[in-house]
């Protein structure tokens, strides 16, 4: 078992019973604007995430299709928890922007995914995290990029 905190929440969270459903509500409530998606954390591990949402009317837009905005939300959900998951003690984040291209429609239920590559953390004072979503059948719906400041944790007093 890994030695990060939220990491250790995860897995054991994840041998419960609809646990990974309880854990996604914990982490919601940390940044509630993320609960407006209900998302769930399907899969979290160091440099990875994987979050899901179902289609509904409270996430569509005129046309019927998911919103972006609630796919980019999905999007940021998957990357804070990786980040959260990832990042060495000596280190803290925080979002300096993100770059995303519409696809295609989004029709059904959505996957976000996040991923850096394994030492990336280690590399500079801006880590670009990318960020993907697809729709069931495996189409990329939205594409893209968010962008982190990295800088070492002020000393404590």
Not at 82 to 98: D, N, Q, T, V
């Amino acid at each position: 078992m890994s030695d990060n905190y939220l990491l250790k929440m995860y897995q054991k969270a994840a041998k419960l019973p609809r646990g990974r459903r309880l854990f996604s509500i914990m982490f919601s409530r940390k940044a509630p604007y993320f609960g407006t998606i209900k998302p769930l954390i399907a899969e979290l591990r160091p440099d990875y995430c994987k979050v899901t949402f179902k289609k509904r009317r409270a996430v569509e837009n005129h046309i019927g299709t998911v919103h972006v905005i609630a796919i980019c939300n999905a999007m940021e959900a998957a990357m804070g928890a990786l980040a959260e998951a990832s990042i060495p003690k000596h280190l803290r984040w925080i979002p300096k922007g993100m770059d995303v291209r519409y696809t295609a429609k989004a029709t059904s239920d959505i996957t976000a995914i996040a991923e850096v590559a394994p030492g990336a953390w280690e590399n500079g004072p801006e880590l670009p995290v990318t960020v993907t979503a697809y729709r069931d059948d495996g189409t990329v719906v939205v594409e893209g990029t968010i962008h982190l400041w990295v800088t070492e944790k002020p000393a404590r007093e």
